[in-house]
Structure formats: C-alpha cells, structure tokens
C-alpha cells in the first residue's frame, strides 16, 4: 500500500470506530450469536440466530413436546401461536392487533392475497399490475393467480406504477424494496394511487420489514405479505405471514380454506365457514417448531424501534458506499442502489464483472454477502448485528481483490 493508501484505511478505521462507540443500538449485538471474524452482510436472505433460540427450540422439542404431548396444543399455546405471533410482529409493520397471521410460506401467502385480492376487487375490472423487476415467486404466483381469477397479468416498473392504474386494474402487486437493487418504492403514494383508482394493494415486505418503517395501517394497505427469515431473523423457513386489513376481514374469501381457518374447527362440520378476522387467512396445522422459534426471535426486537433501525442503516448503507469509493479502484464496481435516502432499503447492490466469483472470494476472506444473476454483489445491512467497522472492512476486503 502507498502512504496514502495507508492514511485512507486508517482514517476510515478511525471513523468507523466512532461511530460505532456512538451507536446506540450496537448493543443489540449481544442478543445474537455470530460466528467470531466473520462479517455477515447476508441478512437479507437468512438472519443471524438471535440468542435465546436454541433454549427455547430445546424446551419446545424436549418438555412441550416429548412431555406434554398432545395437551401443548393448549396448554404451551400452540393453537393460536398464529394470531399471537402476528400480533407480536405486527408493530414492525406499523399494523394494529389482529391483522397479522403466521404460518405457510411467502410464496403460499402471496397466494392467498392475490386470489383474495382479486375475490375484493370490485367486479368487471380485468388487470393485476405486477412488479416487473420483481422476485420471481411473486410474478410465478401472480400469473397463476391470474389465470385463475380471469385477469390478466400486466407487468409495470414501480416507478410508473401509479399511471398504468385505470378503472380496469383490479389489483396491484409489489415489493416495498426490490430484492436485486435494493430501491425502495414509495408505499405511502402507490398504496394512495391504487386507492384512488380504485383497485386492491398487496404488498411484498420481505425486504422491509424490519428494516424500515413499513406503516401498513397509516397508509391504509390492504393486504401485505412477507418472510421472517431475513430482518425478523425467525432462521431458516421460518414461516411467513398475512396481513389482512380489518376492513377487508370479513369479505376475505380464501382460496385456501383449510380447517384452520375455519370458525369452528373442532366441530368438524362438512361446510367451510371462515373464522372472524385474520384467522380466516390461516390454513393447516402450523409449523410449531419454526414458528415458536420466530416467537423466541422477535425478544431482539425489545425495545428497539423501527426509527432508529432505519437510522442507522441509512448510515451504514451511507458509510459503506464511501469505503467503496475510497478503497475499490474507480471504474471497477457500479452502486446499482438509488444514493437518494428515500429509494434506499437496507442493501448496497454493486454491480461488477464476474460477480459470483468476486463474491466467492469475498467470502472465502471472511465477508458473506450474497450474488444475484447476472452481475450483482449484494451487500445486506441488518442494524441489529452489523456494525460501522464491519461495513468499512467488507469494502476493504472488496478494494484487496480489485487491487
Ligand atoms: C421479495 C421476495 N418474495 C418472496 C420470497 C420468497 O418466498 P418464500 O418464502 O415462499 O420462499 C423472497 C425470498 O426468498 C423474496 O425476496
Ligand atoms: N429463502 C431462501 C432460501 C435459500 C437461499 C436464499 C433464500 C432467499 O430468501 C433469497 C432472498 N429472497 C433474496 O432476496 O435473494
């Protein structure tokens, strides 16, 4: 390195230790378990494992189930751990008790809501506008939902989202943060936009819940969806959740009505009729084991508001793209994630050439992020566990291989 070279890095260093003695929430780093000289940018796809998990998932496994056998379903809670998970998770997505519902996948949710949707909107109207960059479940989902429903899949750019919206649109799907690029869509005024025409939004919240402010309840969403396995940390196929808007509760007709979501399930009767509420969103026997492991999950989020979750990530996300362009020669990576605070989620996305195998390194030295086809490096900020110091060594691991 050149004497210059070495005063940059020192300084970054310097900074980042500042900043990350001011930090309010680096604390929050005790409540996870992290393997030591790693930096972990992949929350976004799969978060850390919060500390108290493993205890739980061994009492839930070895007394609730090995010893109270059938009666947990009572007596540790089980049967309604849908309704009380969602109503734990629920304030991170700016949405009142009884609209949130745990269980099944994102993808089988997403189902659910756009059949649902399509079941709300008013009758006549012919299109379900989709995100057209969107995470391919979703559009996979839509499709088939479409075909179902008699509508007819119309793809759109976020950014225009709001002028393809007419009288014909039924319903409109998309994600609050794009999962390649990391832009953040303007919830607050396409929610407003689709309201106005008239049509039924479902959201995607994989990439924002917990991350940022979501708001559902104050922008008047009306139907979300989402995973818990990435900011909410709930581990591996942790199931996803359903919010349902109490104003849509009651003419929610879904396209899945298992005996979960029935208003009566024990009395086994041969006719469906859904439960009140957001219950009638759920399906099957839940994944207990998973989803008690989410409820243990969400103790991290104690205490800790969404505000200040943003706040900081802004600022990694700030700190990390000014390590970039001090230590990774010019030319050599291309941020593809909107600078502008209100169109950034919690991601830096650089685009380069050969980034599997630039991410591969990158890994094989310690910085896990992740590759998305065809060029993109994916950075994941989670305010929880991720500090400045992390942020400034990922970028100088980064300039090393481009060095
Ligand atoms: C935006 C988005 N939607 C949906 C999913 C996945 O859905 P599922 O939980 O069904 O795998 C992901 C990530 O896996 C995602 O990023
Ligand atoms: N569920 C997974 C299982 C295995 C590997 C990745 C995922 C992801 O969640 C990917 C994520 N949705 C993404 O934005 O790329």
């Known amino acids: 390195?050149?004497?210059?070279?070495?005063?940059?890095a020192a300084d970054l260093r310097a900074r980042a230790a500042e900043l990350d003695a001011a930090d309010g929430l680096a604390k929050l780093r005790e409540r996870f378990t992290l393997p030591d000289g790693v930096v972990y940018l992949d929350g976004n796809s799969l978060g850390a494992l919060p500390a108290g998990v493993a205890d739980t998932t061994a009492d839930v496994v070895a007394r609730q189930w090995g010893e109270l056998l059938i009666r947990s379903w009572d007596e540790s809670g089980w049967w309604t751990a849908p309704e009380r998970i969602g109503d734990k998770l629920a304030p991170l997505i700016g949405a009142a008790p009884g609209q949130v519902v745990v269980g099944d996948s994102t993808s089988v949710n997403l189902f659910k809501a756009l059949v649902g949707a399509a079941r709300l909107a008013a009758p006549?109207?012919?299109?379900?506008?989709?995100?057209?960059a969107t995470f391919p479940t979703d559009g996979y989902i839509a499709q088939s939902a479409a075909r179902m429903t008699g509508l007819t899949v119309v793809p759109v750019d976020p950014s225009h989202a709001a002028e393809a919206m007419d009288a014909d649109t039924a319903v409109v799907l998309l994600n609050h943060v794009d999962y390649r690029s990391g832009r953040l869509h303007d919830l607050p005024a396409l929610t407003a936009a689709a309201r106005?025409?008239?049509?039924?939004?479902?959201?995607?919240?994989?990439?924002?819940?917990?991350?940022l402010p979501v708001g559902l309840d104050a922008h008047a969403v009306d139907l979300a969806v989402g995973c818990t396995y990435k900011y909410l940390n709930g581990g591996p196929g942790a199931p996803a959740y359903l919010y349902i808007a109490a104003r849509h509760q009651a003419g929610f007709d879904s396209p899945l009505p298992g005996w979960n979501g029935h208003a009566d399930p024990f009395a086994m009767t041969p006719a469906f009729e859904a439960a009140q509420g957001a219950t009638r969103g759920r399906v099957g026997t839940p994944d207990i084991l998973s989803m008690l492991a989410l409820e243990s999950a969400l103790d991290a989020w104690d205490g800790v508001s969404v505000e200040d979750v943003r706040a900081k990530s802004l600022a990694l996300t700030d700190f990390f793209l000014e390590c970039v362009a001090a230590y990774v020669p010019q030319g050599r990576v291309e941020s593809v994630t909107p600078a502008e605070h209100g169109r950034r989620g919690s991601q830096i996305s650089l685009r380069t050439e050969n980034a599997r195998e630039v991410m591969g390194e990158l890994i094989a030295r310690g910085v896990i992020g992740d590759f998305r086809a065809p060029d993109v490096?994916?950075?994941?900020?989670?305010?929880?566990?991720?500090?400045?110091?992390d942020a400034e060594r990922a970028a100088r691991t980064l300039g090393h291989i481009f060095g």
């Open 196 to 211: 106005a025409a008239g049509a039924i939004t479902v959201w995607d919240l994989c990439h924002s819940a917990g991350a």
């Open 1 to 8: 390195m050149s004497d210059d070279s070495t005063d940059i």
């Open 377 to 389: 490096l994916r950075f994941g900020f989670t305010p929880l566990y991720v500090g400045f110091a």
């Open 124 to 132: 006549g109207r012919t299109k379900l506008l989709v995100d057209a």
